[in-house]
């Protein structure tokens, strides 16, 4: 049975009432702003502090010489004002701390830094000669899968494609740029961030300033989105307990969005070879994805565009690789769908060509192409209805009788065209933990350390304790956000709710199994928790994954080339949904997002600075109401027993996933225009 429930904090969040790390002020805080380098690669060789300590609203000047020493960092990007070297522009080289915002920015800004440059390297060029194969990709992907001789089996082929693709940076701009407020009481930290994990955030602040984890308290109770940006700690939570420390003061710093960009991840640029063969059939007889991506010289992370191509179709022989050059950029990271949404791009645009090539229809091409197990490793699916969201999705749309000829529907000036594109998105399921607790006054009380991002992780989890104890939602409270909480994993990979979930389920069952043998309820309550870690293993003898399939109907202006989205429909199997009205509104956000990667999404390296160029919402268009006129998510009712009790797969990342391809293969159809590089936009129309 799927819920129709709002979210339970909806009415503080639109009322305001609703507290983000930012509007935390403790008593006595103060304000810190860091200072970004303004080189791309080099050395810090003076920090001229006495003009801005001069104001007597700035209580300190923290640089690589004066800040505290912190502890072994996991994560190379928080080891912030550690050295005097600059890995990539926008890099925090300083810290200015002030009794208001005001003065903490102007410092920041009147902070002379001279810096010894060296040249930088930021093109993303094929065959750079700092290429390497890496051993994994993001997610613990092998980097290279090799079965068959693709060589032979390609050049054998009757019909073959060969095409390069290029996805550029993205940068996830959440809504609430990211926050921290951080207290030091003693030996003990306690800090409100903009975070997707406050248990990540956790251990990481007790790494780096050296205490035991039970001495730091994230809160993280509201946070305006993420993406991915907010899925581990940042440098500004980090500064901001060493500025409190430095000071004696809380301090609260919130990032002006202009940083984001250099400091807060993105999704590294691709370029993306995809090589299909084909009987005349369109059965696939050889199937090669080969990435080019990059990361920064502090870290290595590659993004797993090639991944994808394991899951999707039958093929006897595949070729699956990524290669990866570290630059002077800023370090790439998460971003919705990291991996499947370039690679989706690239694969499902390669589709629609080797279509055309074959002359079949593309939605019959991908039924044509239906693996019986999972192509890459042989393991059967636990559950597999992309044929269903296919079929189902061009029934919805209108599919049928469509002209596949490019451009032969116009009206007037404008060109009409309609694509199709499949998607997928792993089932992801972390350990968590959970304690519910049944009041004397007959309410129920979930303790888990989740963290809402925006999804409705809060109201589905509400429900997910309601259907378990088989009581009505209204009697359940929930508690999330605090790393006080029973441990919460990240809300990140789509695993959030059937991590957390589990957790609550299985304490939800235990309890209502307790209260049903005659348990009594003393005043302090009657606790039961729960604990995954043992459970989540189960399953993974299958290949589990969500489904989807998207259609776009796209117009083209013959005269200004002006592309516009005119309806997109996607049909998604992926497990029980839990809450139809924040399912739909995930679906929909992340078809969105696609619409944006699609047509309006676009970072480009400055190859003077070395930096993104695009630093603000005004430079850095995002997809708004007037650019999504009709966007419908539909789901088919999968059953899944596999995966969890609940029999959720994950639904916050699917929905990008695709989309950019299906408006792309549209454009297409409209126009007889093969847009390899996104976004599309009139250049490449006219
Ligand atoms: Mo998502 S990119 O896993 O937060």
């Known amino acids: 049975m799927t819920a129709d429930h709002v979210r339970l904090e909806g009415r503080a969040k639109v009322t305001g009432a609703a507290r983000y790390a930012a509007d935390r002020r403790p008593a006595g805080a103060v304000y810190g702003c860091p200072v970004p380098a303004t080189i791309a690669r080099g050395e810090v060789v ?93 997610g613990g ?48 930290l306690t800090v409100h961030d903009s975070s997707q994990g406050g248990h990540g955030v956790r251990r990481a602040l007790a790494a780096l300033f050296g205490l035991p984890e039970e001495h730091v308290l994230v809160v993280n109770e509201h946070v305006g989105g ?22 004696g003061r809380p301090v609260r710093l919130a990032l002006p969005r202009a940083h984001l960009a250099a400091v807060a991840g993105h999704r590294a640029p691709t370029v993306q070879r995809v090589r299909l063969a084909a009987g005349p059939d369109g059965r696939i007889e050889a199937l090669a994805h080969e990435i080019l991506t990059r990361s ?26 990524h290669r990866v050059v570290r630059q002077d950029v800023p370090t790439p990271s998460w971003m919705r769908a990291p991996g ?63 002209d596949p000829r490019p451009g ?56 997910v304790a309601a259907e378990a104890l088989a009581v009505p939602v209204e009697r359940v409270r929930i508690e999330i956000g605090r790393s006080d909480l029973p441990y919460g994993s990240v809300a990140g990979g789509s695993s959030g709710t059937s991590s957390w979930g589990w957790a609550v389920h299985e304490a939800a069952s235990r309890l209502r199994e307790r209260l049903a043998r005659g348990a009594a309820v003393p005043p302090e309550g009657l606790s039961v928790r729960a604990d995954t870690r043992e459970l989540v293993g189960r399953g993974a003898e299958f290949a589990r ?39 739909r509104s995930q679906f929909v956000g992340g078809m969105v997002m696609g619409v944006s990667m699609a047509l309006l999404e676009e970072s480009t390296m400055d190859p003077l600075f070395g930096d993104h160029a695009e630093r603000d919402l005004a430079s850095y268009h995002v997809a708004v109401n007037a650019d999504v006129p009709d966007v419908r998510a539909h789901w088919i009712e999968e059953r899944d027993a596999h995966v969890s009790p609940l029999g959720s797969k994950g639904i916050g990342e699917i929905g990008i996933v695709g989309t950019a391809a299906a408006v792309a293969n549209a454009v297409h159809h409209a126009t007889g225009i093969r847009v390899r590089e996104l976004p599309v936009t009139s250049r490449q129309m006219l």
């Open 141 to 188: 992907h092998p980097a290279d899968r090799l079965r068959g001789d693709f060589d032979t089996a390609y050049a054998a082929a009757a019909i073959r494609l060969d095409a390069t693709y290029r996805t550029g940076p993205l940068h996830n701009h959440p809504m609430e740029p990211h926050a921290s407020t951080a207290q030091w009481d003693g030996d003990r």
């Open 226 to 247: 993420g993406f991915g940006a907010k899925g581990t700690a940042r440098p500004n939570v980090v500064l901001a307990a060493m500025g409190a420390r430095a000071v």
């Open 545 to 583: 994954h969500a489904f989807g399939a998207q259609f776009a109907e796209v117009q083209v202006d013959a005269d200004s080339g002006e592309v516009r989205v005119r309806r997109l429909l996607g049909v998604f199997a992926a497990g029980r949904i839990l809450n139809a009205r924040t399912a």
């Open 46 to 138: 003076a920090v001229d502090s006495d003009p801005v300590l001069a104001d007597p609203q700035v209580l300190a000047v923290l640089t690589h010489r004066n800040a505290p020493r912190l502890g072994e960092a996991d994560d190379p990007t928080l080891a912030v004002l550690q050295g005097a070297r600059v890995a990539h522009r926008g890099q925090y080289v300083a810290l200015v701390v002030a009794g208001t915002p005001e003065a903490a920015e102007q410092g920041a800004a009147r902070l002379r830094v001279e810096y010894a440059p060296e040249p930088h390297d930021v093109a993303l060029v094929e065959g750079h000669p700092g290429t390497y194969a890496p051993e994994l990709a993001n």
């Open 408 to 463: 032969a529907r116009r009206e007037g000036r404008l060109l009409v065209g309609t694509g199709v594109a499949a998607s997928t998105y792993p089932v992801l399921i972390a350990p968590s933990a959970a304690e519910l607790r049944a009041e004397p006054d007959g309410t129920f009380l979930v303790r888990v350390n989740a963290a809402d991002i925006g999804t409705g992780a809060r109201t589905v989890l509400a429900l």
């Open 340 to 402: 499947e949404c370039p690679g989706m791009f690239a694969l499902e645009s390669a589709m629609d060509e080797l279509a055309l090539a074959c002359d079949l229809d593309p939605v019959e091409l991908r039924l044509r192409n239906e693996p019986e197990t999972e192509p890459d490793s042989g393991r059967p699916f636990s559950s597999r209805h992309l044929a269903e969201c296919l079929r189902e999705g061009a029934r919805r749309f209108g599919w049928a009788g469509r």
């Open 296 to 321: 920064s010289t502090l870290k290595e992370f590659v993004e797993q565009a090639a991944v994808p191509a394991r899951v999707m179709y039958r093929s006897p022989v595949s070729r699956t690789t």
